[in-house]
């Protein structure tokens, strides 16, 4: 009898080699079971018994029934997965191309996009909405959702287009409030200050802001060096977790050949914010240092030989090249006293500051503003053009005082705005020290986000 055990135990062993090698899964699944749930089948009881001579040994046969638990590792076979893909729109966009880049090959939902009014009016041809979409592993699409931010007014929209049958589709279309959210970054410069800034993820609205911050401070044109940093923290405003525009900078320091500066936006109640030193220093100037964020000066206030009038005269302005379209902002708070056409100048702008202070803006393409009407710091007022006296586009920027012209850079860098008040300072000390430990962390926060 021993050596009929022994047979069938080494069968027993050899069948199960079979199948643990040809299906490893089942087998492991099968063990699992048995373990778990005491299924029972062909195993020898041994009754023990206080001395070793009077062991007995029988053995006993049970039925087992299979487990639903071996349906496991066939649905592991062929898993099911949904794809997602988030893409911005181009504005050579068509239907075909965006879903191409969204990974979707579908040719009914690419009809029903076609026919859909928003998608043609809202999603196609126009660049940066921001598209997420939701496909099968077959590429066939489940779901779509298109948003973007058309206004100022904290709102978004949201349009949503799912999949119902095999090639029928729903869509709806929102309106829901962006969410504010901070965030901090760190830049090097190696090559340009907009360079530093795309390398390390920074929305060039933001370099922009940083540049206006320090206008009456540094001269971004000829002062700017490889090696220069700057810590920047700054609002950005979200739709569904998802960036749609930059708000705010909040605080900033630059290092520029080796000298630090700071600054911090701060509101004192009932007064109009604005930036400041950590210190409490007002950076604020009541005049913008230019009436075009980006551009480059091509004839400065001096005397210079008239491209026109071929003659030696004294240039009463600063003449910015740009390309036609260009905007153009007011650089200070003011009313408009003229807006239409004035001889050599073509379409001019000419705002009213105080009972003293006037500016001009000349040649321009279009006029955003009307005789009589306020306006504020940074708004746009008008284009950048070539109408009037010009051989190119570009735009003549005059600075008076009492009629007499002034050179508009000096007169930038020498107006700054009012202090924060005394009692108001021991709150602005509180804030200004919680910002300058935001921008102590901006760096690790940068690598942070790349890795």
Do not use: C
Request: aromatic share 6%; hydrophobic share 45%; glycine share 8%.
């Amino acid at each position: 009898m021993k050596n009929g055990l022994i047979a069938a135990r080494d069968k027993l062993l050899s069948h199960a080699a079979h199948l643990l090698e040809h299906h490893p899964k089942h087998v492991t699944a099968a063990l699992a079971a048995l373990m778990l749930f005491g299924g029972g089948g062909a195993f020898a009881v041994a009754a023990i018994d206080a001395e070793p001579d009077r062991v007995t040994v029988r053995q006993v046969l049970e039925s087992v029934e299979p487990l639903p638990v071996l349906e496991q590792p066939r649905a592991l076979d062929a898993p099911s997965l949904n794809l997602y893909r988030t893409e911005t729109t181009r504005a050579t966009d068509t239907v075909e191309t965006l879903l191409s880049r969204l990974g979707v090959n579908d040719a009914g939902a690419a009809a029903y996009l076609r026919s859909n009014p928003v998608v043609r009016t809202q999603v196609l041809g126009r660049a940066g909405r921001l598209i997420t979409a939701e496909a099968t592993a077959d590429h066939a699409l489940v779901k779509m959702t298109a948003r973007w931010a058309p206004t100022d007014d904290g709102q978004f929209k949201r349009l949503v287009v799912e999949r119902l049958g095999s090639d029928q589709f729903i869509s709806r279309l929102e309106t829901a409030p962006l969410t504010a959210s901070t965030r901090l970054s760190s830049a090097t410069v190696r090559s340009s200050l907009f360079g530093a800034a795309d390398d390390a993820g920074i929305p060039d609205a933001v370099v922009s802001q940083v540049v206006e911050i320090f206008s009456s401070q540094i001269d971004f044109s000829r002062q700017l060096k490889v090696g220069d940093r700057f810590n920047v923290v700054y609002e950005t405003l979200e739709a569904d977790g998802e960036a749609m525009r930059t708000g705010r900078v909040l605080s900033v320091d630059f290092l520029n050949n080796g000298k630090n500066y700071q600054a911090m936006w701060y509101e004192e109640p009932g007064r109009k914010g604005s930036y400041y030193s950590l210190d409490g220093r007002s950076l604020s100037t009541s005049y913008l240092a230019s009436p075009m964020e980006f551009s480059r000066v091509t004839s400065s206030f001096a005397m210079r030989l008239h491209p026109i009038l071929n003659q030696w005269k004294a240039h009463l302005g600063v003449d910015y090249g740009a390309a036609i379209g260009t905007p153009v902002r007011v650089i200070g708070d003011g009313v408009v006293g003229f807006a239409g056409v004035k001889n050599g100048f073509g379409n001019v702008i000419i705002v009213r500051h105080n009972a003293t202070d006037e500016t001009v803006y000349a040649h321009l393409s279009r006029l955003d503003v009307r005789a009589g009407q306020s306006v504020t710091q940074g708004q746009r007022i008008g284009a950048v053009g070539m109408t009037g006296w010009a051989t190119g586009p570009h735009l003549h920027f005059e600075y008076r005082v009492n009629g007499i012209h002034q050179d508009p850079t000096a007169m930038a860098r020498r107006s700054v705005a009012a202090e924060i008040s005394a009692q108001a300072m021991p709150a602005f000390r509180l804030a200004a020290k919680a910002m300058n430990a935001q921008l102590q962390a901006a760096p690790s926060a940068t690598v942070a986000h790349m890795q």
